[in-house]
């Protein structure tokens, strides 16, 4: 997964707000508060609460 630093500092979860973290062995983005997980595809986070799975 290729997101640039800069980039993982200003996404925000769409649902909570909170800042996300990379998880690498799995190509998602999680989220700190309400751990909510991301999808990534092509290196494109994919932000939308609908396609978020819970962990």
């Keep these: 997964m290729k997101i640039d630093d800069w980039l993982l500092e200003i ?7 909170a800042p996300l973290r990379a998880e690498s062995e799995s190509e998602e983005l999680a989220c700190t508060g309400c751990g909510l997980v991301y999808p990534v595809r092509d290196d494109i986070p994919v932000l939308l609460v609908d396609e978020a799975r819970k962990p």
């Design 11 to 17: 996404l925000a979860c769409p649902a909570c707000k």
